[in-house]
T-cell receptor
Framework: AQSVTQLDSQVPVFEEAPVELRCNYS??????LFWYVQYPNQGLQLLLK??????LVESINGFEAEFNKSQTSFHLRKPSVHISDTAEYFC????????????FGAGTRLAVHP | ETGVTQSPTHLIKTRGQQVTLRCSSQ?????VSWYQQALGQGPQFIFQ???????GRGNFPPRFSGLQFPNYSSELNVNALELDDSALYLC????????????FGQGTRLTVV
């Protein structure tokens, strides 16, 4: 069975500092990987995804994530965070051969301080 | 193009009651999935509907049921509500059942007292 582990429940960081949110997954098959962001009292928004091809994927707002098959990881990074990046971030996996069922991690709360 | 919309946004029910939550999928999407997000946790997959048929189910009891209509909107029904059913219920639509991006609605916050 697939599972996702987000290693940090909370990550405090100062504005303009770099940040890395860690995600490891467990699966016996190939996977699709996603990062979603959830702002307070809102639903989930897709931040970026890895389906195939280049292992480094980027979002339009400066986040990037790298798929590492040997380490079964998909860590999310941003070189310089803003106050507006404060949110809950969820890593998720799905099975390319199955239906579109997402398995989520428990989430990482990113708190950006001035 | 309208996004995924859910109603109501908030709901308070009493233990033992029944509840129906509604979701309108994004235009052109024929697949709807429902997730339960308990406080402080990640979303858990409840089930998926594709072209009006249940297409997969997570580890939820039968008192969680659903429907999808010809216009691809969907309902989630929960019978015999329990306190632990208190959660944010999220609906997500996709262009097809195969694995592509899922677009989420704002969610319905259900509180069972």
């Amino acid at each position: 069975a697939q599972s996702v582990t987000q290693l940090d429940s909370q990550v405090p960081v100062f504005e303009e500092a770099p940040v890395e949110l860690r995600c490891n997954y467990s699966s016996s098959v190939s996977v699709y990987l996603f990062w979603y962001v959830q702002y307070p009292n809102q639903g989930l928004q897709l931040l970026l995804k890895y389906l195939s091809g280049s292992t480094l994927v980027e979002s339009i707002n400066g986040f990037e994530a790298e798929f590492n098959k040997s380490q079964t990881s998909f860590h999310l990074r941003k070189p310089s965070v803003h106050i507006s990046d404060t949110a809950e971030y969820f890593c998720a996996v799905s099975d390319p051969g199955g239906y579109n069922k997402l398995i989520f991690g428990a989430g990482t709360r990113l708190a950006v301080h001035p | 193009e309208t996004g995924v919309t859910q109603s109501p946004t908030h709901l308070i029910k009493t233990r033992g009651q029944q509840v129906t939550l509604r979701c309108s999928s994004q235009s052109g999407h024929n697949t709807v999935s429902w997730y339960q997000q308990a406080l402080g946790q990640g979303p858990q997959f409840i089930f998926q509907y594709y072209r009006e048929e249940e297409n997969g189910r997570g580890n939820f009891p039968p008192r969680f049921s659903g429907l999808q209509f010809p216009n691809y909107s969907s309902e989630l029904n929960v019978n015999a509500l329990e306190l632990d059913d208190s959660a944010l219920y999220l609906c997500a639509s996709s262009p097809q059942a195969a694995n592509t991006e899922a677009f989420f609605g704002q969610g319905t916050r259900l509180t069972v007292v």
